[in-house]
């Protein structure tokens, strides 16, 4: 059976250490360039082409930029090398659409003449550097950026008009007001971003946690409250407030956003940010999950990743797959997810071995199997949280083995050659 606290009271876990991360300082950074950029550079030189091969070292500097920014939610090295890989792709692509449509603006084939080389590893790391240390984000840097935008765009527009119509210049200077409108919007999610990931992943954030059989409740200093289920943790950057509504989960819970704040409020789960003002909603993301799913009970979130977000309003709700768009949850997923919040542990079609974590999770209970080959039986079940004895008989019920005792070891086991006999 489940219990709640309150962590405001001290008797939940209140580790003031950050999360593990596997991009914890600049050198661990230094490391893993050392170790990626030959290869990541080979892949963008695959992407862009002969044509556009000298935009390869930008693209691949401006990866491990991005990197750092999204440092917070990477806790392996794999998913470090998973993330270069997949933005320097992204990017590639997204320089070669710009190329192309320089080209064609400009109505004539232009080479990239301001790059003389290739950078050698130690001045692609020194750009790095000065990209992470610059004033990339300053309002003087992004004044230069659209002076330098407008000023490319000025050029295009005189080759272009030579001979073309007087139309193409309204049409470009359209185009090259809207990519700037669009510039700014997007650096200005990608400064909050990166703002976010930097304070939660910061060593003096604060993390509420629960242990198995235990459900929590905390209230943020907005007025949020969160109510979290077992083995859940909600890291909290020690400068929450107004200006950094943000927190971190791993696990399972119930967020009840204050309504009526400017800023909007923001819930970090794996690689997925979840975005609402006053509302309520759900989100499952525990380590060992498939997929995140947000549930929304009041209200609309919005769900997804960087600028690609979906809104799912109330009684609605998505799973989100690693590196994949989202989709709507089924009602067994949802339930899964949200059934908790009501009492009521679901379990699906669920191999035994992965229930058995469940049981731990939900009622405290170490259980055992004999003999290990029925682990990959399958249970599905509906149980109260108050009842340890509903749930132990949906395991009977849906994988034909028996509860019982060897010693002081609880264990499902083969029904003995009598009780089989008594139920043919």
Do not use: C
């Not at 392996?76 to 320089?95: I, K």
């Not at 499952?284 to 769900?303: F, I, Q």
């Not at 003999?371 to 034909?400: H, I, N």
């Amino acid at each position: 059976m489940s219990t709640t606290f309150d962590a405001r009271d001290g008797d939940g876990v209140l580790d003031p250490s950050p999360n593990n991360v596997a991009l914890a300082d600049e050198e661990t950074l230094h490391r893993t360039f050392l170790t990626e950029y030959a290869a990541l550079t080979a892949e963008a030189r695959a992407d862009l082409g002969t044509e556009a091969i000298v935009l390869a070292p930008k693209v691949v500097e401006g990866a491990f930029v991005r990197a750092w920014d999204a440092r917070a939610k990477f806790r392996t090295p794999a998913e470090v090398h998973q993330f270069l890989v997949e933005d320097v792709h992204h990017a590639a692509a997204r320089a070669l659409s710009r190329r192309v449509a320089a080209r064609r603006f400009a109505g004539h084939e232009h080479a990239d003449a301001h790059v003389t080389h290739d950078p050698s590893p130690d001045e692609a790391w020194a750009h790095i550097q000065h990209a992470l240390h610059g004033e990339a984000h300053s309002p003087q840097a992004l004044a230069e950026q659209a002076a330098a935008s407008r000023h490319g765009a000025a050029e295009h527009i005189n080759v272009a008009t030579h001979e073309g119509s007087p139309w193409i210049p309204l049409i470009l200077g359209a185009v090259v007001l809207a990519g700037l409108l669009g510039l700014a919007a997007f650096m200005t999610r990608m400064s909050a971003d990166a703002r976010f990931a930097k304070a939660l992943a910061a060593p003096d954030v604060r993390v509420v946690s629960s242990t198995a059989g235990r459900i929590g409740i905390v209230t943020l200093d907005d007025g949020t409250t969160a109510r979290f289920a077992p083995e859940t943790k909600i890291t909290i950057p020690k400068n929450f407030g107004p200006e950094m509504r943000a927190v971190r989960l791993e696990g399972n819970a119930v967020f009840t956003v204050k309504p009526g704040l400017e800023k909007q409020f923001h819930v970090f789960a794996k690689d997925v940010d979840v975005v609402a003002k006053g509302t309520s909603f759900t989100v499952g993301a525990y380590p060992n999950d498939s997929a995140v799913v947000v549930v929304t009970h009041e209200g609309t979130v919005a769900v997804g990743r960087a600028k690609d977000l979906v809104d799912v309003t109330a009684g609605n709700a998505l799973l989100v797959p690693p590196h994949s768009a989202g989709r709507a949850a089924t009602a067994a997923e949802r339930e899964e997810v949200d059934g908790w919040r009501t009492g009521t542990l679901a379990i699906n079609d669920k191999p035994l071995r992965d229930v058995l974590d469940s049981f731990y999770r939900w009622y405290g209970l170490h259980l055992s199997v004999s003999p290990d080959s029925v682990l990959t039986r399958k249970v599905t079940l509906r149980a109260s949280l108050d009842s340890t004895r509903q749930a132990l008989r949906g395991v009977e019920q849906s994988t034909g083995l028996e509860f019982g005792y060897a010693g002081q070891n609880m264990v499902f086991h083969l029904p003995s050659a009598t009780a089989a006999a008594k139920k043919r």
